[in-house]
């Protein structure tokens, strides 16, 4: 296993597109890594220029210690598995596992020990002599991946490998990638625009926007600590509640509240970022004392939607003169048009710079 390296990497496509701009990223051996941004944002390029498949217009790609600028794709060792499997129909799935080794004039021994292993590793014992046309999606994809592993290679690359599942295989699947993750000890690197699929799966999340890195961190941190606004608004569902405040000393005041912040800014105009589950009927322990203590962070919204999801129950209005969500209990009972009285979680709110989006905060 490696680590892989992007250092001020760079794509600008044959049209003049430029998809990459000065990407440096660090993945750590044996690391899963995320690259998660909106579509068309570069995760893609990013994962097929380390494969090699895509040129490199500027910087400089390394597996392990080695430079891979100009290797080809086959001696660069590493496995790709994408969106469609592309597993060949006619062949059983000891075939599909042993198709590119073969190719590779590995020994017939050794293939059969590979393919036994990731077999293995993915519970397909049973359906090797299957074709792919009689495999659920699921096992479809444990194929796919089947094959990366029989490559031993020195880090996976994994372009959406979930999005043609339906919702609950690809929980299961998920689940079942960090449990092989885990197991064969290897490097991933995961590409994805689900934020859920970043959070839950990601030992670091590295958040893309139009071909230019945003951050790079742990799941609890990208969501705690967004480096700005773009962040905080991709990571998190519902998503954060932005609005605009004027400041005076420490005091934010929005147009329906005005809240105490921990320092004084020293800015005139911020946005303040609010999660839903920091804007609650119900605040719990220091955060509920430190809200009555100083009497602050108390605000009216008038409700316009209520959602209900059994754990949650999410409550859309305005306050003030600005849209919010809030988290309250799922017991409450809240309708359109209600007045609801709220608190804001003072330990848990982010300030960004209007202009640059930048968190101050
Ligand atoms: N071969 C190509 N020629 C020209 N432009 C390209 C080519 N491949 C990708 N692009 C452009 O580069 C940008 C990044 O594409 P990329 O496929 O990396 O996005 P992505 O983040 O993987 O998106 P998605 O989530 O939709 O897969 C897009 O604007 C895309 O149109
Ligand atoms: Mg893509």
Do not use: W
């Amino acid at each position: 296993m490696a680590s892989v390296t992007f250092d001020h990497v760079s794509k600008r496509f044959s049209g003049g597109t430029l998809a990459v701009k000065d990407f440096s990223l660090d993945v750590k051996d044996t690391e899963f890594m995320v690259l998660v941004g909106p579509s068309g944002c570069g995760k893609s390029t990013c994962l097929r220029m380390l494969a090699g498949l895509e040129e490199i217009s500027d910087g400089e790609i390394r597996i392990g210690d080695r430079v891979v600028n100009e290797v080809p794709p086959r001696d660069r060792d590493i496995a790709m598995v994408f969106q469609s499997y592309a597993l060949y129909p006619h062949m059983t799935v000891f075939d599909n596992l042993a198709f590119g080794l073969r190719m590779r004039g590995t020994s017939r021994e050794d293939i059969e020990r590979r393919v036994n292993t990731a077999a293995g590793i993915l519970e397909l014992g049973p359906l090797l002599k299957r074709k792919p046309r009689q495999l659920s999606g699921g096992q479809r994809q444990r194929v796919a991946l089947g094959r990366a592993i029989v490559r031993e290679p020195q880090a996976f690359l994994l372009d959406e490998p979930l999005s043609n599942l339906d919702a609950k295989l690809r929980v299961q699947t998920r689940i079942e990638l960090q449990k092989q993750h885990r197991a064969l000890h290897a490097t991933f690197i995961y590409v994805t625009h689900d934020q859920v699929e970043a959070m839950t799966m990601g030992d670091r999340i590295a958040v893309m926007r139009d071909g230019v890195l945003q951050q790079v961190a742990p799941p609890r941190e990208i969501y705690d600590h967004p480096a700005n606004m773009y962040v905080a608004g991709f990571i998190g569902s519902p998503t954060m509640n932005f609005i605009p405040v004027t400041i005076q000393g420490s005091k934010a005041k929005a147009s329906g509240f005005e809240v105490e912040l921990p320092t004084a800014p020293g800015v005139e105009r911020a946005v303040l970022g609010v999660r839903p589950e920091a804007m609650t009927d119900n605040l719990r322990g220091a955060a509920a004392q430190s809200a009555s203590t100083n009497g602050q962070g108390a605000l009216d919204m008038k409700v316009e939607v209520t959602e209900i999801l059994g754990a949650d129950q999410f409550v859309y209005g305005i306050v003030g003169q600005d849209s919010a969500i809030a988290r309250v209990d799922p017991q409450l009972k809240v309708d359109p048009g209600d007045r609801l009285r709220l608190l804001l979680d003072t330990r848990r709110l982010h300030l960004f710079d209007p202009a640059s989006g930048e968190a101050i905060l």
